[in-house]
């Protein structure tokens, strides 16, 4: 494969479209939770339809990623985004013409493969459009787009459900969002000018990269962690408003999703000027200091603030995802970006399945303020774990080397390849840039 390179309009063209892409793609698959009940009136859902949707999403998403994750390799970034926002939009349909809980539980399996794609592709659409000189908000959509784009969808439904309790207005408006990113995907320049073959983008296998297995393993402790956090609010964060302060509107548990999720987005821009080692590692500090301060304001019932520490919250796991991946990403060929994002994300899907079932457990055997205790234990021995990483003497060379390459190749100073260019089946090692 070959990157080519763009022009800053298409550059810019590309990442803003590639960015609403990806939102849109997240806020249609949190279109449908907050409507589960809806559907219980309407078609007879059961709660075990509901308790089955999440797995089936997760199936469709970890076969796209497991299967099809590098397959943008192959056919193109551009192509490979608009087959996304089909898959999407055809999720809303089937929601929308939904008439059993099979039906449901079919439209949900589309809405994983979308989310599978989205989370490969158009965010290595995203990366690839924005360049390594403004890598930090192409780490940032990438590593944090998929939450900020579920807070969307699932606060905008609210809204909408309040003014206008119609399905098939609420869906419309979804469809008609995805349908204008696919009728402007044509005007983003292709990327890639030179693909890899079929067969090698659909081999089934777990993209670690060879140099960088450290890292590698900074980035999913990272998103493990953080999303552990994060996936509990989207399941309890109504819940913890009505029983843990005493609100009866689902507003206040909209209010506090979204200050879980909407910060997150400013984390990695805010702090690209900051040596990126010192800033991941003080972020994780924040983010495991603000999750055990959840549960001494849980206790105290101190609601308001409850809300501006989930901010902070946010605020802080949002510098450690974006940039724990721009880490990564500035140490592996360009060429291997979807891979890499593939990878990453099913790990962090997976993991995730298995601490939302873990703490919902906990949760139920305890108590709130137990959980989030728990939860920040297990943040600082993530913290101690990325920290002694880190401070790997092996790293120190490669990381002066890598560095000063990068400012030569920012000024257009010619810099020798250090590395071999990747061979059409993807067995070799990430290739240094």
Known sequence: MHKEELTDGQSLRGFALATLSFLAIFAATAVPIPLYADY???????????????????????????FAGRISDSFGRTPVASLTLMLAILGCIMFMMADSGAAVLAA??????????????????????????????GSTVASCGAMFGVMIGSVGVGVLYDLVPNLAVIYGVMIAILAA????????????????????????????????????????????????????????????????FGETSPLAGSI????????????????????????????????????????????????LAFMVDCALFSFAMGVAV????????????????SAILASVNLVAYAGSAVTGVVCGALLGATSYEVVFAVMAVVLAASTAFVARCLKAPSEKK????????????????????EASAPSEDGEEAAALV
């Open 40 to 66: 219980q009136a309407t078609i007879g859902l059961t709660t075990a339809d509901i308790s089955n949707t999440m797995f089936t999403y997760l199936t469709g998403v970890a076969l796209t990623l497991l």
């Open 108 to 137: 949900r399996f589309v809405q994983g493969l979308s989310a599978g794609f989205g989370m490969s592709a158009v965010s290595a659409l995203v990366i690839d459009c924005v360049g390594e000189k403004h890598l930090s908000w």
């Open 181 to 244: 990113c696919l009728f402007l995907m044509p005007i983003v320049h292709e990327p890639l000018d030179q693909t890899m073959s079929l067969r090698a983008a659909v081999r089934v296998r777990v993209y670690i990269p060879a140099d960088n297995r450290r890292l590698f393993a900074v980035v999913c402790v990272c998103y493990l962690g953080t999303w552990m956090v994060g996936c509990f609010f989207q399941s309890f964060a109504a819940p913890i408003a009505y029983q843990c």
């Open 256 to 303: 506090i999703l979204a200050l879980v999720m909407a910060p997150s987005m400013l984390g990695g821009p805010l702090v690209q000027r900051f040596d990126p080692k010192r800033a991941l590692s003080a972020s994780l500090v924040a983010v495991t200091a603000t999750t055990a301060l959840m549960a001494v304001l849980v206790a105290l019932r101190a609601e």
């Open 322 to 337: 974006a940039v724990s991946l721009r880490l990564l990403l500035l140490r592996v060929s360009v060429l291997r970006v």
């Open 398 to 417: 490669r990381d002066n080397r890598l560095t000063l390459h990068r400012f030569q190749r920012m000024r257009g100073i010619e810099v020798p390849s």
